[in-house]
């Protein structure tokens, strides 16, 4: 190879080398303003924080005074008491998830687990009730657990039971129904019957080609506390926000629904269950949160209430998303019905017996 003379100018810029590489191939250059925001987009960000905050004071200067309502104070104090409620066993359920996530291995799982499905469904179902799991991360170690070698229908049912029957949730269902172990106990039975009836009916229906597992690609160098981090942030943030949705929506269905209307579903038995198992889909509340609402429901049967605490960590709108996404929309289509059928069948067997 003939040798390149040495330069004689000074030596090029990393932004001469790159010009030269775009002009070689005959590409445009980006233009001069691509990239980072000017400095008067920056300003306008500042300005439109401080009108925020300005017409924030206003608001309190004007509007305090008049909402001083009998209803107003009626739904402040209902959201307040559900959020407050619930928000401890919220932050310990989503730390001690995200602890699952990051320092157990999915093999610990897989190892107690039986091969046979048949035997693996209630085994699955009893580990999620000793193994606490909120709905954010039960979906992802089931499809961890699948792709590790457990029978799909082993890993749907610790899906199921995980985030609805475990320690925390127990806990918080017997703070949140002081005085009424029944209604625990009715939750523990009821969600354990269904995940297992879940199971055992993929086992016998379910088809490998529905499920569509996406390969997961590792973060390189990525440690395990950094792993726990991430975890917790996400589901805190999003269990968190779904706990203020579902603490607006209680208090607003409290005081801003009629009362007459309120009483006339909740006098209807199966209706009033129907009602709120559609509210629980809807409201998509974290299992760890649940409780605190559905205790507010104060003209509804305990069996209505326990729909609502059965069916929630089992099908809701956040769940939906989060199975099409992982496993697709030919599982979902066919899972999310099941769920929802096999959920209300066990309220009512569960509820008609122990409440």
């Not at 309120?262 to 006098?267: R, S």
Request: a neutral charge.
């Amino acid at each position: 190879m003939p040798e390149t003379p040495p330069s004689t100018g000074p030596a090029p810029s990393l932004g001469d080398s790159l010009s030269q590489g775009w002009t070689e191939r005959g590409q445009e250059l980006p233009p001069d303003d691509w990239g980072r925001r000017q400095g008067r987009r920056r300003t306008g960000t500042v300005w439109f924080f401080a009108l925020v905050i300005t017409a924030m004071a206003l608001g309190n200067a004007w509007v305090s005074d008049q909402l001083t309502g009998q209803a107003f104070l009626a739904w402040a104090t209902v959201f307040t008491a559900i959020c407050f409620q619930a928000l401890p066993f919220l932050v310990f359920g989503v730390a001690l998830s995200a602890a699952l996530t990051a320092f157990v291995p999915t093999s610990v799982y897989q190892r107690f687990i039986p091969s046979d499905a048949a035997r693996a469904v209630p085994v699955a179902g009893l580990s999620g009730a000793l193994l606490p799991g909120c709905e954010c991360a039960s979906v992802p170690i089931a499809g961890s657990l699948i792709r590790r070698g457990v029978a799909p229908a082993a890993a749907l049912t610790f899906l199921l039971a995980a985030p609805a029957v475990n320690p925390v949730v127990m806990i918080a269902t017997a703070v949140a129904f002081a005085g009424q172990p029944e209604m625990v106990a009715a939750r523990f039975g009821a969600s354990l019957l269904a995940s297992v009836a879940v199971g055992w009916i993929w086992v016998r229906f379910g088809r490998a080609d529905w499920l569509r597992l996406p390969a997961r690609t590792p973060v390189p160098g990525e440690s395990r506390w950094s792993v726990f981090r991430e975890s917790m942030l996400h589901d805190m943030m999003h269990a968190g926000g779904y706990l203020v949705v579902g603490g607006l929506a209680a208090a607003t269905l409290n005081v801003a629904a009629p009362r007459e209307w309120l009483v006339t579903v909740a006098g209807m038995p199966v209706v009033s269950v129907l009602v709120l198992a559609l509210l629980a889909i809807l409201l998509s509340i974290c299992s760890e949160a649940d409780a605190f609402v559905a205790v507010s429901f104060t003209d509804f049967s305990p069996t209505a209430k326990l729909a609502f605490m059965v069916v929630g960590p089992m099908v809701d709108l956040k769940l939906i998303a989060m199975q099409a996404g992982l496993f697709g929309w030919r599982f979902t289509a066919r899972f999310v019905p099941l769920c929802l059928v096999v959920g209300l069948l066990a309220t009512f067997l569960i509820g008609g017996l122990l409440l």
